[in-house]
């Protein structure tokens, strides 16, 4: 699904008003009944509520909003904050419709400001997608104090002051929301970790805004919707046999590091590859043919590091490298000559990762279009470069994939899925829990499955970030996210699976 930039969504919301041929309050009317409806899902009567209003559309919302959510026996505190600047037409139009239980009151200093209840929710309606600039000022005192005292908020739209698709300056008060409800789509900012402290969890209600226009839309960002998941997933044919769905070979493990082997490889398995070949050092021999009676083993000619290329790899269909290898000389070698010789697709991890962002020759034998690399932030500063905030980073990003035509997993709360062709995807599965020892071998094992079962390396990496971040879901159901392991995620796949095929 597209991500929209500022500029796109007032040309959707344009366009909708222009096709359905209404009135631009009435596209107002329905954003503010969508909120309202999350509202009351989150909130009962109980819960007092305080609406803070800025002085363009979004403060509109929050204007209707306060009436619809009186006349639902809420009891609300409206508070129009201004320090001079014009009202939009459709703010005008819903400070008419105010009923007289629900009267303004204006804030044009920050000695206005009056104590919030201690139960209270803050609806934050200062300012949405039409912000043009850092909030300063009267704004800002205002943001901050809500910051300090609110116990509760809510945005609409997007948190005040946040920018919706580009890096906010750091002179910017911004709204540090519990909750942020964004019509029809999540914004770019909603997927940046260095926003979760703004944009706390968000959500998104439909408003009906132009199919046409959706459709047409251009975007290199997008996000990854279970329904398109489930599209990708091939169904097993009757007929088929263990061959149909591919031989992986997995490079992994090293001495101290087998765990990282056995995990790769459990979740290779489970992620429905027909046959798995792991070559691991020979201490990993008897290891892993006890923990992983399913995979075929061919043990290294060196103790502790992998060390020699296989004569053949021509049964293999997919390879994956990198989890617990190491970044010894012999190793650096055999990755030289793989990336040298072969032309069978990578799924490049770890250690592999680390191995080529310390060689430029290594980088430049990258074969291309091949090649799905998956750093977590530390290796991808290696491998790429570092950045000074997340927006760089997404550049970074995009440039270092189309210039060596590669495919990469950047991980992350929102996994970011970066194609040759510059696009961009974000990942919507996945938690906290996730975040431990094992969880990105487990990842390898997954990808390096879908790109032998003959997925594209770009179906792989979207389906795969998906199932992955879905069976973490899962065992958060059944361990919690504080003990949740790597193993927790593979025991789970089965059930991720499954449940996008009935989804
Ligand atoms: N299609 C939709 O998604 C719909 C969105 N709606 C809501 O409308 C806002 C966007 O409204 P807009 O009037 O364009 O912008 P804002 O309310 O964000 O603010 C504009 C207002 O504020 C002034 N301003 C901008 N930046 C600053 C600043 N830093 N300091 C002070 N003043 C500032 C600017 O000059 C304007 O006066 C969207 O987010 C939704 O909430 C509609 O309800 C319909 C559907
Ligand atoms: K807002």
Redesign the pocket.
Known sequence: MKILSAPQ??E??AQ?ISEEKIA?EE??E???RAFVGWFENKFTPECPVCIFS????????GL?VARLLHQRLFDVQLYLVN?G????P??QLNLERLPHEVPPHDITSKDHLLAIPDKACVID?????????????L?ADVINWLNEYSPCTVA???P??LYTDKQTPAE?AIVQAHHTVS??LPKLAFFLPQHEQYVGEWHTVP?G?SPAYLAEAKSNFQYVTQKEMQGLLKPRTKFSHKGTYGHALLLCGGYGKMGAAVLAARACLRGGVGLLTVQTPAIGYDVLQTAVPEAMLIPDNNRKHLSRLLESMEKYDAIGIGPGIGTERLTKTLLGQLLATTDLPLVIDADAINLIASSEKLKAQLPKGKVIFTPHPKEFERLVCKSNNEYERLEELREFCRVYQCYMVLKGSHSAIATPEGDIYFNTTGNAGMATGGTGDVLTGILTALVAQGYTLKEACLLGVYLHGLAGDLAKGTVGEIALIASDVIQHLPQAFQQLRRS
């Open positions: 969504t007032r959707a919301d909708t631009s596209l107002m329905r954003a503010a800025g002085p363009g559309n979004n403060g509109g919302d209707a320090d600047g014009q009202t939009s459709d703010f309606a200062l300012f949405g997608t039409g912000l043009s600039r850092p909030v300063t000022g704004y609409i739209d997007i005040s002051g910017g019509f029809e408003i805004l």
